[in-house]
């Protein structure tokens, strides 16, 4: 039996009767007596109470009506009912219909009484556990499963700054090779589904080994993360650019035919060759060579045959003085790469 030690409400208008089962339970409940519904309603309304002992045979309100407005109003509250025999079977469809846990037979017995109210606060105290446990194992639960979903947030986080780090260039900041490939790969299925031009475009920094002999690995590094914050400068905003390796950069630009191609590929050696680039105080120059394909309306593309025709146009920019851009339709007849 558990130490918990339960209220009881005892409902009778005979005051004999009340001090008689006062004195009786006092020593195993906490007990609280009423003379009248009304009283024992006002008691409800004061405190929780864990078991109601009630008399059937009461004025103007019978104890099954009490117990009946107990089970409306407090339904965890256990029910009993002592009623005369004679009062028996027109109180049983009342007493079914306020789900009473036991009735007890006046007049009653002590040791029956005592048996009765002790199995009444045992169902009473063991309902409560399991009602305690259940809400203790939801917490238990809805804390997890807040853990398993911060968990969840904090691993899709990570994930995605793996994968952010995956397709970025630790030095500039800019798109990978392997970020521009999905990106170049991506443009091209919108522009099957859209048609229109399609612009690829390849930057190289003219003489950069020079810069990197003269000014080491660290001001070569330092013109590489300069130049790419003026390369994106010089681009519209529907414009990508990437690092695909060493001092080369990679543009696409959408919507863009032959004549913008021109446009953007002069706007972006100006942009450099105006810039202004330094290491330790000292001015280096940079200029860069741009070879762009063009796939024009209509011009069936693949991703390879892009990146071979803008190479070969960066490679005829290099042979023919470098600081220059040269543009080569996606349709020109075949041709040699320049050397």
Known sequence: MSKYRCSLLVVDDEPYILSTLT???????EVLTADTAQAAQALFAQRDIDLILTDQKMPRFSGVQLLEWVREHHPKTVRLLMTGFAELEEAVDA????????YLFKPWRAEDLLETLHSAAHSFIVERAHEELLVELENRVAQR?????????????????????????????????????RLTERELRRRDRYPSPLSLGLI??????????????????????????????SLRNVDLMGRIGGEEFLVIAP??????????GERIRSTVERGVFSYKEEIIPVRVSIGFAVAEVGVAADYEHMKHVADAALAQAKVTGRNRCIIYPLNRPPFEQAG
């Open 145 to 181: 499963t807040k853990e398993l979903e911060e968990a969840n947030h904090e691993l899709e986080q990570k994930n995605k700054m793996l994968e952010k780090l995956a397709l970025t260039d630790p030095l500039t900041g800019l798109p990978n090779r392997r970020a521009m490939d």
């Open 204 to 233: 190289d920094v003219d003489h950069f080994k020079e810069i990197n002999a003269r000014y080491l690995l660290s001001g070569g590094d330092k013109v590489l993360v300069d130049l790419a914050k003026v390369l994106l400068s």
């Open 255 to 264: 919507e863009t035919n032959m004549e913008g191609a021109e446009v953007l």
């Open 23 to 29: 004195a009786l339970l006092n020593n195993d409940f």
């Open 95 to 102: 007493i079914n219909r306020s789900q009473v846990y036991r």
